[in-house]
């Protein structure tokens, strides 16, 4: 089966900079990469997603990119603030049919004020 | 907007006993998920449901079932709770099994004495 591997486990940046978060996955069918954000007490919800048809897909602040032939993924968060620390899970399935997610150990992300 | 919820934010069970966890969404969502969260491990599935009175296993299914009579409603169940289960409960549903958002409810931390 698939199996997502996450780096860092934690990141503690400082307010202003940018943090970067790697995944890497096994199964080269994988096509559907989605990005879940969990605050401290709170469920996790999706932030951001990618299919493998396109390298880079960004929303205000964060940008995913996706190197298929590496089998790997990356979350980019530009000028942090202190609301984006939580713990960040990347994963991984194919597009259809039965597959089902396969998450990563997750990233604890810090921002300092 | 999604709503998922589940029937206890925290419950406290002896060894040996049977337990409940419940969870209901309201967006008419075919497929429904079970996951256990613990600290270095991120999220593991437990079951999923992809129509009414079907399941499949997950990654670590031992030491559970599942229940799933009405679309709405999924079930956890823990037939003999043991210390080892001691954990953070989370219930998902969406519109399809792969390639589709999570709504995620607000999570069940089981505790077993």
């Known amino acids: 089966g698939e199996n997502v591997e996450q780096h860092p486990s934690t990141l503690s940046v400082q307010e202003g900079d940018s943090a970067v978060i790697k995944c890497t996955y096994s199964?080269?069918?994988?096509?559907?990469f989605p990005w879940y954000k969990q605050e401290l007490g709170k469920r996790p919800q999706l932030i951001i997603d990618?299919?493998?048809?396109?390298g880079e897909k960004k929303d205000q602040r964060i940008a995913v990119t996706l190197n298929k032939t590496a089998k790997h993924f990356s979350l980019h968060i530009t000028e942090t603030q202190p609301e984006d620390s939580a713990v960040y899970f990347c994963?991984?399935?194919?597009?259809?049919?039965?597959?089902?997610?396969?998450f990563g150990k997750g990233t604890m992300l810090l921002v300092s004020p | 907007d999604v709503k998922v919820t589940q029937s206890s934010r925290y419950l406290v069970k002896r060894t040996g006993e049977k337990v409940f966890l419940e969870c209901v969404q309201d967006?008419?969502?075919?497929?429904m998920f079970w996951y256990r969260q613990d600290p270095g491990l991120g999220l593991r599935l437990i079951y999923f449901?992809?129509?009414?009175?079907?399941?499949e296993k997950g990654d670590i299914p031992e030491g559970y079932s599942v229940s799933r009579e009405k679309k709405e409603r999924f079930s956890l169940i823990l037939e003999s709770a043991s210390t080892n289960q001691t954990s953070m409960y989370l219930c998902?549903?969406?519109?399809?099994?792969?390639?589709?958002?999570?709504?995620f409810g607000p999570g069940t931390r089981l505790l077993v004495l």
């Open positions: 998902a549903s969406s519109f399809a099994v792969g390639g589709e958002t999570q709504y």
């Open positions: 199964d080269s069918a994988s096509n559907y």
């Open positions: 990618i299919r493998s048809n396109v």
């Open positions: 994963a991984a399935s194919l597009n259809s049919g039965y597959s089902t997610l396969t």
């Open positions: 967006m008419d969502h075919e497929n």
């Open positions: 449901s992809y129509d009414v009175k079907m399941k």
